[in-house]
C-alpha cells in the first residue's frame, strides 16, 4: 500500500518557527518517525513539502492511480488552498487532513478549514502524534475496506 504524505507551506520549518505552538520537532524528525511507523505497518510512504500549492497539486495528480491515501498537511493552505481542496475531493482515495497544533483554539481566521470538506477526517492538536495516529487511522481505514 502507497500512502503520499503533503506537507504545505513553510512546514520545512518545523523546529525552528513558532516552537510555542509547534514545538522543536524537525520536519525531518516527523518524516523519520513516519518512515519507521510505515515499516511497521507495511506500507510504502511518499513524501512531499513544498511551500507552492501547484506542486502538492502536481504531486496528486502524479499519483493518483498507485496511491491508496494520502495525509496532508496543508499549512497556510488551509483557509485559503481552492485548487488544493479541488485536487483533493478529485483523488479516487482516502485523505486526511493533519495538523499539528489545533486550528480550533487559534486565532479566529485559522478555525475555518476549506481544506476539511474535501478530506475523510481531521486530525490535529497532538503535535507530532497527529501525523502518526493519522497514518495508523488511514492503513486502518484502508484494511477494513480491502481485507
Known sequence: MKILVLHGPNLNLFGRREP?????????????RLE???????VTLDIVQSNIEGELINFLHHNIDEAQGALVNPAGLTQHGVPLHDAIKAMPFPVLEVHMSNIAAREAWRAHSIISPAVKGTIQGLGPQSYLAALRALVEMQQEANP
Open 20 to 32: 510555542h505552538i509547534y514545538g522543536k520537532t524537525t520536519l525531518a524528525e516527523i518524516n523519520a
Open 36 to 42: 519507521k511507523l510505515a515499516g511497521e505497518l507495511g
